[in-house]
């Protein structure tokens, strides 16, 4: 049973796949043919021929020349709207990139923006820190430099020749609340 199942699946399947190839063929064929056809049908435009009204039904004879003459009168309009496509193709095409380089040059500009922006946003920060240090600085300094100037009052009786109290506590480093010496920023000394 299941060797004669098998023999009848295996003869379906070569059945069903010779089938197959053949109706590709034919419809390749058909296709080629087709094509043939279609070449062969080409509809040819009436020429421009310069025709007079026909007379009481008389036939009219063209010579080989007129024909030839019309054929190139026809021709020559299809060149002309071949040309003018072109031209109208071409065009469309320095639109485009035009537009390219505008949005290019607009990305560019938005680019510079933005980073102007952020530039002019963190020296604005640095400026703020910088005040801020400046104003813990000069307290420090203030509540340093007259404990300073106390203690050379105190201390010795000499005095100090040509200097002012801001000069001295100008001299005296200003030390954060963790002892560290605190530098102010060229740009931001006087």
Request: net charge positive; proline share 2%; aromatic share 4%.
């Amino acid at each position: 049973m299941y060797n004669k199942n098998s023999q009848k699946l295996h003869q379906t399947v070569n059945h069903v796949t010779t089938e197959n190839v053949l109706l590709k063929l034919q419809v390749r064929g058909l296709e080629n043919t087709l094509f043939i056809e279609q070449k062969r049908r080409q509809h040819s435009k009436p020429l421009d021929l310069e025709l007079r009204a026909p007379e009481d039904g008389i036939a009219i004879f063209y010579s080989p020349n007129k024909v030839q003459q019309a054929r190139d009168r026809a021709w020559e309009k299809e060149e002309a709207t071949h040309i003018v496509r072109e031209e109208e193709k071409a065009e469309k095409k320095r639109l485009l990139e035009e537009r390219k380089a505008a949005r290019a040059i607009e990305q560019e500009e938005r680019a510079t923006e933005k980073k102007r922006k952020r530039i002019e946003k963190e020296e604005a920060k640095l400026a703020r820190e910088a005040d801020k240090d400046f104003k813990n600085v000069s307290k420090q300094a203030n509540k340093s430099g007259r404990k300073i100037i106390e203690a050379i009052v105190t201390d010795s009786d000499e005095e100090i020749e040509g200097a002012s109290v801001d000069e001295v506590v100008e001299a005296t480093p200003a030390h954060s609340r963790r002892g560290r010496k605190i530098v102010l920023l060229q740009r931001y000394r006087k």
